[in-house]
């Protein structure tokens, strides 16, 4: 699952975080943030800061129980959050009250420094700690790693996110987008994530319909991911050990941001073949 190196996408978290700052700094900050439907602007920025804290709180805990977000923030009191709610939920009050704090409020006005900090202390405990750190995750190893990985993940789809709001679309690094397609597959089909997705993946198709997933000109990496989508939950099986029913294949740059719905399945450089149906009733009803 982690065939790049963890100071390369440490190296990933630097670059995409600098590039989803300047961006955010020019964005008024009420614009609407297109694929986060209800959040504008000052709510992403918000958002990451917030993720950002959590990452390093955790790595900086020692501790390899899951402590909620909230714990690592400031002026946002317990009472004030309902650890019951789904995820989504739970993010999205998270959020709201994140932006009336002091720090929330300096984003708001467009001033990121408090982002840009809260990325840099991520990178310096992940990169003072190693991959192997013990912290909690909700895969694989207890070991920092997982958080190298999701920073990159979340710094490189929000930067886009980011770009979208001044009509500017970039381009990801192909070999780490691969990466973090796998890693985003590998958390779908982990039991202990359904947690932290929406809900609406209980009611995901699973009647044993799969997905070819395919990074076209791979970088050393898989290349390749079969999803299973069985009654029992998806799974990942060995590609060319059953026929898919749909297969999707694309470069990794798109690739990524296809799974993470920022792109449609029909546009430039997305080649799906198979059972549509298949693929839109998935990205329909997964998303983080």
Same mark, same amino acid.
């Given at each position: 699952?982690?065939?790049?190196?963890?100071?390369?996408?440490?190296?990933?978290?630097?670059?995409?975080?600098?590039?989803?700052?300047?961006?955010? @700094?020019?964005?008024?900050?009420?614009?609407?943030?297109?694929?986060?439907?209800?959040?504008?602007?000052?709510?992403?920025?918000?958002?990451?800061?917030?993720?950002?804290?959590? @990452? *390093?709180?955790?790595?900086?805990?020692?501790?390899?129980?899951?402590?909620?977000?909230?714990?690592?923030?400031?002026?946002?009191?317990?009472?004030?959050?309902?650890?019951?709610?789904?995820?989504?939920?739970?993010?999205?009050?998270?959020?709201?009250?994140?932006? /009336?704090?002091?720090?929330?409020?300096?984003?708001?006005?467009?001033?990121?420094?408090?982002?840009?900090?809260?990325?840099?202390?991520?990178?310096?405990?992940?990169?003072?700690?190693?991959?192997?750190?013990?912290?909690?995750?909700?895969?694989?190893?207890?070991?920092?790693?997982?958080?190298?990985?999701?920073?990159?993940?979340? *710094?490189?789809?929000?930067?886009?996110?980011?770009? @979208?709001?001044?009509?500017?679309?970039?381009?990801?690094?192909?070999?780490?987008?691969?990466?973090?397609?796998?890693?985003?597959?590998?958390?779908?089909?982990?039991?202990?994530?359904?947690?932290?997705?929406?809900?609406?993946?209980?009611?995901?198709?699973?009647?044993?319909?799969?997905?070819?997933?395919?990074?076209?000109?791979?970088?050393?990496?898989?290349?390749?991911?079969?999803?299973?989508?069985?009654?029992?939950?998806?799974?990942?099986?060995?590609?060319?050990?059953?026929?898919?029913?749909?297969?999707?294949?694309?470069?990794?740059?798109?690739?990524?941001?296809?799974? /993470?719905?920022?792109?449609?399945?029909?546009?430039?450089?997305?080649?799906?073949?198979?059972?549509?149906?298949?693929?839109?009733?998935?990205?329909?009803?997964?998303?983080?």
């Amino acid at each position: 699952m982690y065939w790049i190196d963890h100071h390369r996408l440490c190296d990933e978290i630097r670059r995409q975080s600098e590039y989803l700052t300047t961006a955010l @700094a020019r964005v008024r900050s009420g614009t609407p943030v297109l694929d986060c439907p209800g959040w504008s602007a000052a709510d992403l920025a918000v958002h990451l800061h917030a993720g950002f804290t959590w @990452a *390093a709180g955790l790595l900086d805990s020692g501790s390899v129980d899951f402590r909620p977000p909230h714990v690592f923030l400031r002026d946002i009191p317990d009472d004030e959050m309902d650890l019951d709610a789904p995820w989504p939920a739970y993010v999205d009050v998270l959020t709201r009250a994140h932006t /009336k704090s002091p720090v929330g409020v300096r984003i708001a006005e467009r001033n990121m420094e408090p982002l840009d900090r809260a990325a840099a202390v991520l990178l310096d405990a992940l990169e003072s700690g190693g991959p192997d750190r013990p912290v909690w995750t909700c895969l694989g190893e207890q070991r920092s790693r997982f958080w190298g990985a999701w920073g990159a993940m979340e *710094a490189s789809i929000h930067r886009l996110d980011a770009e @979208a709001m001044l009509g500017v679309t970039p381009t990801l690094d192909r070999d780490v987008s691969e990466q973090l397609v796998g890693f985003f597959l590998a958390i779908v089909t982990e039991p202990a994530s359904v947690a932290f997705f929406d809900p609406q993946i209980t009611r995901l198709r699973t009647s044993g319909e799969r997905i070819l997933v395919r990074a076209l000109d791979s970088g050393g990496g898989p290349g390749e991911w079969l999803l299973h989508l069985r009654p029992a939950g998806p799974v990942l099986l060995e590609p060319g050990s059953a026929r898919p029913d749909v297969t999707v294949e694309a470069p990794g740059e798109i690739l990524l941001p296809l799974l /993470k719905r920022r792109v449609a399945p029909t546009a430039p450089g997305i080649r799906v073949t198979g059972d549509g149906d298949v693929l839109l009733d998935y990205l329909t009803h997964v998303f983080s």
